[in-house]
Nanobody, 120 residues
Framework: QVQLVESGGGLVQPGGSLRLSCVAS????????MRWYRQAPGKERELVAH????????SYTDSVKGRFTISRDNARNTVYLQMNSLKPEDTAVYYC?????????????WGQGTQVTVSS
């Protein structure tokens, strides 16, 4: 079955950097787009970044453009989120996501999440 396992979160000071990783299994990784979402306390889950299956196209929510970079290594079934110039408002649980359309119905798959805390 589809499995997504995130890692790399932690506590970092404002202006610092972190790199999140998500290892995928159970599906043909290179043929699926991948996304990173985040959810801060009391807020809805927010799409942060998207990358196509071959990694040729990426997109970002406005608040992270120029600071975050999504990438993937299809040989390692892994998607990354490099986060630079972190701000306190980036504090959230970060989730890896992919989805499949089966019989016209969209099925979302999520990892367990990794906590990112930006604080001095």
């Amino acid at each position: 079955q589809v499995q997504l396992v995130e890692s790399g979160g932690g506590l970092v000071q404002p202006g610092g950097s972190l790199r999140l990783s998500c290892v995928a299994s159970g599906f043909p990784f290179s043929t699926y787009a991948m996304r990173w979402y985040r959810q801060a306390p009391g807020k809805e889950r927010e799409l942060v970044a998207h990358i196509t299956g071959a990694g040729r196209s990426t997109s970002y929510t406005d608040s992270v453009k120029g600071r975050f970079t999504i990438s993937r290594d299809n040989a390692r079934n892994t998607v990354y989120l490099q986060m630079n110039s972190l701000k306190p408002e980036d504090t959230a649980v970060y989730y890896c996501n992919t989805w499949r359309v089966i019989g016209g119905e969209t099925n979302d798959y999520w990892g367990q999440g990794t906590q990112v805390t930006v604080s001095s």
